[in-house]
């Protein structure tokens, strides 16, 4: 499964499951632009992973313009984009709440990030690939949340819905460009940014919820994400689009 010679710009692509996706991306061949609000944490991820071809870029991807600024970057360093990961999330501490408070701010501050950033990440990167005229694929990273219910996570959950609808959506309209487009749905994956929301690393929790809920009995890994985005970027998911691939240990079959 070589994507030798491609280019892919990945939101939070440097920490948790965005440097995860790099990591996999660059050992198929692919060039990698690390997208990070903070970009001094993808210039230490690169530093440290010398074996990735790529380049580390600021990004805000709630503001239109400084995604607009990005993509300008990343299309006159390498030349072209074939792949966009929309993996950058408000998620962790920051968007956990209660329905009955949660605050505006805080619930702009979720939809803004989560939705709008795709949304703008999307648009512009699209809009590139159709002027270029080779196709390409869009990745959003949604959630199991998507699809079945998380306390204290209602509005973050409603955002990884729309990621999953906003793929179907991209994907009937992007067609006729060559453009695919498609999400991942992550289950209990160990990142720092959950980790510091459980008190048991271990067993996801100290009541091991997830660990009894999920078949395989694991938590997965930011690379298990990373070969779920690498099938959907291939030559071998040629016909597949519009569609949402779960990665979650069996999580929603439980």
């Known amino acids: 499964m070589s994507l030798t010679g491609k280019v892919a710009v990945i939101t939070g692509g440097g920490t948790g499951i965005g440097f995860g996706i790099a990591s996999v991306l660059s050992g198929r061949g692919m060039r990698v632009v690390l997208a990070q609000k903070g970009v001094a944490v993808a210039e230490r991820a690169l530093a440290e992973a010398p074996h990735i071809e790529g ?149 996801a929790g100290a009541t091991g919820k997830y660990l009894r809920t999920t078949p395989l009995g694991r938590r997965g890994t930011p690379e298990d994400i990373g070969h779920a985005v690498a099938f959907l970027a291939s030559d071998e998911a040629s016909f597949v689009t519009g569609t949402t691939l779960t990665v979650d240990g069996g999580f929603l079959s439980y």
Do not use: W
Request: glycine share 6%; proline share 3%.
């Open 55 to 203: 380049i580390a870029l600021e990004v805000d991807i709630a503001s239109r313009a400084s995604v607009d600024a990005m993509v300008g970057v990343a299309c006159a360093a390498f030349g072209r984009i074939d792949l966009l990961v929309n993996n950058a999330s408000l998620t962790g501490p920051a968007a956990v709440s209660s329905f009955l408070d949660c605050s505006e701010a805080q619930l702009d501050e979720i939809v803004d990030v989560n939705l709008k950033g795709t949304f703008h990440c999307s648009q512009a990167v699209a809009r590139r690939m159709v002027a270029a005229g080779h196709g390409g694929s869009i990745v959003h990273i949604a959630s199991v949340g998507a699809f079945a219910a998380q306390e204290l996570a209602s509005v973050y959950c409603a955002t990884k819905a729309a990621q999953a609808s906003l793929a179907q959506s991209m994907a009937l309209e992007l067609a006729p460009h060559g453009i695919r487009v498609n999400a991942v749905a992550p289950g209990d994956i160990y990142t720092p940014a959950n980790a510091a929301i459980v008190s048991d690393l271990a067993s």
